[in-house]
């Protein structure tokens, strides 16, 4: 039986490029491919299927001329905004991402930024970097305390419980804004705030969880930032566009914001510039999933969907 035909338009960790080359007939180019260069790969193979992560950007447009033999768009994450689904529905195209299988290690990664921010770690290592050489009195380069503090979740999803179970181990309170409140048995204890603004005064950590939609621009702005108490912390690990980053720069140099730890920007992966000249902010590249166990998870999850496509069967993971 001959095997499915198969685009892919990212650069994949080489267990999940094994599988392609055993179970597909694969176009694996060096390099990720972008929209229309993916468009051109999927016409001259004749492929009827694509696997893609966020670096390739689908609009309606470019999803309108997609050739009717491409059955499935599979996304090599959980986010989706990179995809104009509602184009790919009107269209008949399957679109499918992979949840689930990265809740735990980017949920590792917000606790990792909680720390890092919290307790100056940029700074320090910087320090060390230089050669330390000056020895620090009892009441400088401090930094907070995370244990005992009040965590604000916005987005109480996979991911957001993920990392509630994780400040529960630190005896933080844990404070949620969702779409909806949470049945009891997933609350597990966290506090309900209705409103951004009934949730905001009350946090001293707050990390973001949300999708990347337009109801979520710029939910971060300067209006919501002054509500957070008078240096809070604050983390993002979902999505740049959640955030005016003019406002956050501004409240990390007034002192409204003590710290920020960020694995997400506006134009990744160019980055403002005045981000790193901050020194009350931890920089991460985007690696909120990056583990070996997790992308390859995250990959296999992908072919899992292209498989079940491809045979006539119902996709894992539809959006």
Not at 58 to 67: K, V, Y
Not at 151 to 162: H, N, P, S, T, V
């Given at each position: 039986?001959?095997?499915?035909?198969?685009?892919?338009?990212?650069?994949?960790?080489?267990?999940?490029?094994?599988?392609?080359?055993?179970?597909?007939?694969?176009?694996?180019?060096?390099?990720?491919?972008?929209?229309?260069?993916?468009?051109?790969?999927?016409?001259?193979?004749?492929?009827?299927?694509?696997?893609?992560?966020?670096?390739?950007?689908?609009?309606?447009?470019?999803?309108?001329?997609?050739?009717?033999?491409?059955?499935?768009?599979?996304?090599?994450?959980?986010?989706?905004?990179?995809?104009?689904?509602?184009?790919?529905?009107?269209?008949?195209?399957?679109?499918?991402?992979?949840?689930?299988?990265?809740?735990?290690?980017?949920?590792?990664?917000?606790?990792?930024?909680?720390?890092?921010?919290?307790?100056?770690?940029?700074?320090?290592?910087?320090?060390?970097?230089?050669?330390?050489?000056?020895?620090?009195?009892?009441?400088?380069?401090?930094?907070?305390?995370?244990?005992?503090?009040?965590?604000?979740i916005i987005g109480m999803g996979r991911i957001g419980q993920a990392v509630a179970r994780r400040a529960r181990g630190f005896g933080m309170t844990v404070l949620y804004n969702n779409r909806r409140r949470l049945a009891p048995d997933l609350e597990q204890g966290a506090i309900y705030c209705e409103t951004l603004d009934a949730l905001l005064p009350r946090c001293d950590i707050l990390s973001l969880h949300a999708p990347a939609t337009a109801d979520t621009e710029n939910l971060i702005n300067a209006r919501t930032l002054a509500l957070l108490p008078k240096g809070a912390v604050f983390v993002n690990t979902a999505r740049g566009q959640l955030v005016d980053e003019d406002a956050l720069i501004a409240a990390l140099s007034s002192g409204q914001l003590f710290a920020a730890g960020l694995d997400v920007f506006r134009g990744e992966p160019n980055v403002d510039p005045r981000f790193r000249s901050l020194p009350n902010v931890f920089l991460c590249p985007h690696m909120g999933s990056a583990t070996v166990e997790t992308r390859n998870a995250m990959g296999l999850r992908c072919l899992d969907n292209i498989a079940a496509v491809c045979a006539g069967l119902a996709p894992i993971d539809p959006l």
């Amino acid at each position: 039986m001959s095997k499915s035909r198969l685009v892919v338009a990212t650069r994949l960790p080489a267990a999940v490029i094994e599988r392609i080359h055993r179970d597909f007939d694969a176009f694996v180019p060096p390099n990720d491919l972008d929209g229309p260069q993916a468009l051109q790969a999927v016409m001259d193979t004749k492929a009827q299927a694509l696997l893609v992560s966020g670096k390739t950007r689908l609009d309606g447009d470019l999803i309108a001329r997609l050739p009717a033999h491409l059955k499935i768009v599979a996304t090599c994450s959980v986010g989706f905004d990179h995809i104009e689904v509602a184009a790919a529905r009107t269209r008949g195209l399957i679109v499918t991402n992979t949840p689930d299988v990265l809740n735990d290690c980017t949920a590792d990664m917000a606790m990792l930024l909680i720390l890092a921010a919290c307790r100056r770690a940029a700074e320090y290592e910087q320090v060390m970097r230089r050669g330390w050489g000056t020895a620090f009195g009892m009441g400088e380069f401090l930094g907070q305390s995370v244990s005992g503090k009040r965590l604000g979740i916005i987005g109480m999803g996979r991911i957001g419980q993920a990392v509630a179970r994780r400040a529960r181990g630190f005896g933080m309170t844990v404070l949620y804004n969702n779409r909806r409140r949470l049945a009891p048995d997933l609350e597990q204890g966290a506090i309900y705030c209705e409103t951004l603004d009934a949730l905001l005064p009350r946090c001293d950590i707050l990390s973001l969880h949300a999708p990347a939609t337009a109801d979520t621009e710029n939910l971060i702005n300067a209006r919501t930032l002054a509500l957070l108490p008078k240096g809070a912390v604050f983390v993002n690990t979902a999505r740049g566009q959640l955030v005016d980053e003019d406002a956050l720069i501004a409240a990390l140099s007034s002192g409204q914001l003590f710290a920020a730890g960020l694995d997400v920007f506006r134009g990744e992966p160019n980055v403002d510039p005045r981000f790193r000249s901050l020194p009350n902010v931890f920089l991460c590249p985007h690696m909120g999933s990056a583990t070996v166990e997790t992308r390859n998870a995250m990959g296999l999850r992908c072919l899992d969907n292209i498989a079940a496509v491809c045979a006539g069967l119902a996709p894992i993971d539809p959006l």
